[in-house]
Every structure is written in structure tokens, then in C-alpha cells.
């Protein structure tokens, strides 16, 4: 008798044993799941690559889905977009990183390199899916003279006062006087730009001495008194597609523009045109 109690009670034992180390085990699955996913998502930030870049975003794609069962790839990157300007912006990450940052937010932009950026994101395993559209990327970047990866609009796009042949760098009046709107708007000086617009001598010179360009494109004081924030914000849509080249040229051409006004771009291409 006392030894089938006995029995009962090393049974009894064992299986609490065994219970608990399950739940060890199955604790420890879940640490190093955790672990491993972490490491995916943020293994680009030690290790800034193309091949990283793209990896952690599809990783961290997956994440957000598990968390945000309807979420859609759009609800994703709506999500991601505002990271990636901070990220651009942020002085105290690697020239590396913020420069494959600045050319996955750019591709962004490219109608035909978002589409090759989502459907990657939709495949698997991202491990045998990713190197197409580096190489999507790089091409689209020696195809637009560096832009990259921007799409230089089609001239059907420019609007009718505009000079379709820009000057010796392929910039447009328009791209010119837009950029100082901007640089104004930035500098909580959006009433002088206004008096200056009107008389175009003082513009003319600014455009020139802030932008570096010795000859303005023909028609550049033809936009005396314009302002493109009628166009955006108006119900035309025509209108509003016609200023999508001069926003693009103005974030792909940081070198020329400077970064502030490039990202003030890239932010108005994400809100009006995406």
C-alpha cells in the first residue's frame, strides 16, 4: 500500500517535472525566436548592405503583419516612411546607412520601383527575392543620371509654361523657382518670398547665388507671382500631377538643393502624390 502511494507520488512528480521543463523549453523557444527576428529586423544597422536594407525591411514587414493582421503593405510603409526621414536626417547614423536609407525612400517615389519593392515584400523566402530589385534600384540610378532612382517625369507631364529643356543639368525653371519657395517656407519667410516673386530681380539673383546656377532656363522669370501651393491644394488634378516632375528633380537633386529642401520635397511627393 505505502509503496503504490509512493508510486502515485514519484508519477505525480515526474509529470510536474516534465511539465515544467516543457515550459522552460517552450520559453526558451520563444527567446530565441524573439532573438532571431530582432536580429533580422536590425541586423542592417551593424551591417549596412543592400542585401541587409532590404532583409530587415521584409522581416519587419512580417512583424507588423502579426501584430496588424488587416494591415496592408501601404499601411506598412505609411508607417516606415516618417523612420526613414528621421533616419536620413539623423547625423549620428553611418554615411552608409543614411545613404541606402535615402535610396530605399527614394525608390519609394519611382512608380515602377515601388511596385518591384512591394511585390519582394510579398515573396518568400526574402533571401532569393531581394537581389532583383537591388538591381532594379542601381539601374534605375545609372538610367536617371544619378537621381537615385527617381523617375524623371515625361515632358507630357511638365506644364505648358515651363521650359522642357531645362538647363545644361536638365533642371527646369519651374524645379528652380519651386526650391526657393521652399527654401523661404523653411525659413518662416513665406511673405517676403511673395514681394521678391513679384519682382523677380531679387529671386533671380537669390536662385542663382543659393542653387549655384550661372544661366537660368528661358522662362524662369515667365513665373513671376507664382506659387505652386495653389495647385496642390486646388481640386484641379491636372494641375496638381503637372507639379509631380518638379518636386521629384528637386528630391533627387540634394547636391543642388541641399538636404532640408530635398526632404521638404520628398515629404510633399509622400502627402500629394503617393
Known amino acids: 500500500m ?15 517535472i516534465l511539465s515544467f521543463l516543457r515550459s522552460v ?25 543592400e542585401r541587409n536594407l532590404l532583409l530587415s525591411f521584409w522581416y519587419d514587414y512580417v512583424h507588423f503583419k502579426a501584430r496588424r493582421a ?11 516612411v516618417v523612420f526613414l526621414k528621421q533616419e536620413v536626417e539623423d547625423l549620428d547614423n553611418s554615411r552608409k546607412r543614411r545613404q541606402l536609407y535615402r535610396d530605399l525612400l527614394n525608390a519609394l517615389h519611382h512608380r515602377r520601383l515601388s511596385k ?12 532569393e527575392h531581394y537581389l532583383p530589385v537591388v538591381e532594379a534600384m542601381k539601374r534605375a540610378w545609372r538610367d536617371d543620371g544619378g537621381a537615385a532612382g527617381l523617375e524623371v517625369a515625361p515632358l507630357s507631364e511638365e506644364s505648358e509654361d515651363d521650359d522642357p529643356a531645362g538647363d545644361e543639368s536638365g533642371l527646369h525653371a519651374k524645379t528652380y523657382f519651386i526650391a526657393a519657395q521652399l527654401h ?8 517676403e518670398f511673395q514681394v521678391i516673386s513679384r519682382g523677380m530681380a531679387e529671386l533671380t539673383a537669390f536662385v542663382q547665388k543659393q542653387f549655384g546656377v550661372k544661366q537660368l532656363p528661358g522662362t524662369f522669370r515667365k513665373l ?3 506659387s505652386y501651393k495653389k495647385a496642390l491644394t486646388g481640386r484641379n488634378v491636372a494641375k496638381k500631377g503637372q507639379l509631380r516632375p518638379f518636386f521629384r528633380q528637386i528630391a533627387g ?22
Open 2 to 16: 505505502v509503496w503504490r502511494k509512493f508510486e502515485a507520488i514519484e508519477t505525480c512528480s515526474m509529470k510536474t
Open 25 to 49: 523549453s517552450d520559453g526558451l523557444d520563444w527567446v530565441r525566436q524573439g532573438l532571431v527576428s530582432f536580429w533580422r529586423i536590425n541586423k542592417f544597422y551593424f551591417f549596412p548592405t
Open 70 to 80: 488587416k494591415a496592408t503593405v501601404e499601411d506598412f510603409w505609411d508607417n516606415r
Open 116 to 127: 518591384i519593392i512591394i511585390d519582394f515584400l510579398k515573396s518568400s523566402p526574402p533571401e
Open 184 to 191: 523661404y517656407e523653411l525659413s518662416g519667410r513665406q511673405d
Open 224 to 226: 513671376k507671382g507664382y
Open 253 to 274: 537633386h540634394s547636391e543642388v538643393f541641399g538636404e532640408v529642401i530635398a526632404g521638404r520635397a520628398r515629404e510633399i511627393l509622400a502627402e500629394h502624390f503617393n
